[in-house]
């Protein structure tokens, strides 16, 4: 068996939760790669919204094992409350939610040291989400960093400590900032008691058994693929590698092993945080998007960006994972427009490129767009493809044709029954 992959094609908040969920069923096992607490996943079902952080968005469908894999950086505290609200929600877990030794832990001292540069970096800021994702990784590649099986270890308050005055030392070099570090590291040593009470696993094992069994497993990336730390909009990137690359060091499978690779991108563009965003649309039509789509980050809250669909973007993209076949979500959010644009091009050094420039942060890009007629109708009862008003129908052939990858699935609203499946 070879194992399919689910990730975001564009700078994230691409609807990745929802369609992990509703293709959850047809797998035994779904994994998360990389990333961490700044991941915010949102399912809507039953009349109810869920927002996932670190738990696998396969967590609600009953007997599927979920795993969080060795490329995931862990916040017991955060990893906790997620906990207690699945509790609360009736979810059974214990037995089924799976967390590899090898993923690294979120320290308090981590996020007071990401609060710290953030603020100390004035109007040069990427848009952390604070959670300490950035400094934990880099504890991680500097060879410093604890990790989940450390916690079984004699010596792991030694450990503990040893780490966080290295952090107290860094610290010096910032401006002070306040932080409760006693009060956050009492919250932080009891989360670990709900750690333990989960199965540790050595993920690369695991999984490669599973695949000799014939399981079938779904990767679930976080983020998206424009934040991935090597191919992203650097430096305005996350740290981990939010491609399909990911999912081999972050669940330790081979590349032979990818089978199917889902890229979703919304029917629009958005971004949260500093960084180029080429098809931008900071004016009313962007405003539209933003209320139209509840564009608000599910984790921080921020308003995000909003723009047109950039295909030059999602062409590269696309390149980098392999891509097999598309998802598009939020296509509702157009219903109210009378006309809608895809940048098919960029204008830069002096002509039209489809190629993204090494420094999209420096080059001055105009995007040139094509203009499509919109549907102006409600979506609400569309179940199948052919059932699309006209115009949406030439607006996804017409991205269809430009990318060259068929669009499998379209999302007409955010509750988990919302979706067309070619």
Sequence with gaps: MQIDVILGLQWGDEGKGKIVDYLANDYHIVARFQGGPNAGHTLKFGGNKYVLHTVPSG?????????????????PIIFQRELRALEQAQVEFKSRLLVSRKAHL????????????????????IGSTLKGIGPTYMDKTGRNGLRVGDISLPGFRDLYESLKTKHLDLLKI????????????KAWFESLDTLRTLPFVDCEYYLNDALRQKKRVLAEGAQGSMLDIDFGTYPFVTSSNTITAGVCTGLGIAPQQIGRVIGI????????????????????????????GMEFGST??????????????????????????????????????????????????????????YDLCSTSIEPVLRHFEGWQCSLDHVQHFDQLPRQARLFLEAIEQYLGIPVKMVSTGPEREKLIVR
């Excluded at 967590?59 to 969080?68: D, K």
């Excluded at 007071?112 to 004035?122: C, F, M, N, V």
């Excluded at 002070?176 to 590291?185: H, R, S």
């Excluded at 644009?341 to 960029?346: G, H, N």
Aim: overall charge negative; aromatic content about 8%; glycine content about 8%.
């Design 300 to 357: 921080t809250g921020r308003p995000r960006r909003c723009g047109w669909i950039d295909l030059p973007q999602l062409k590269y993209t696309n390149i980098l994972n392999g891509t097999t076949e598309l998802c598009m979500t939020k296509i509702d959010v157009l219903n109210s427009f009378a006309e809608i644009a895809a940048a098919t091009q960029y204008q830069y050094d002096g002509r039209e490129q489809d190629q993204l420039p």
């Design 59 to 75: 967590i609600f469908r009953p007997g599927l094992v979920n795993l969080i894999g060795n490329g995931v950086v862990l916040d």
């Design 265 to 292: 991108t919304k029917a629009y563009c958005t971004r949260v945080g500093s960084g180029p965003f080429p098809t931008e649309l900071d004016n009313p039509i962007g405003e539209k998007l933003r209320q139209e």
């Design 174 to 185: 910032y401006t002070p900032i306040d932080f409760d570090l006693a009060g956050e590291e």
């Design 106 to 125: 979120i320290l308090p001292t981590h996020r007071w040291l990401d609060a710290a540069s953030e603020a100390h970096k004035g109007k040069a800021k």
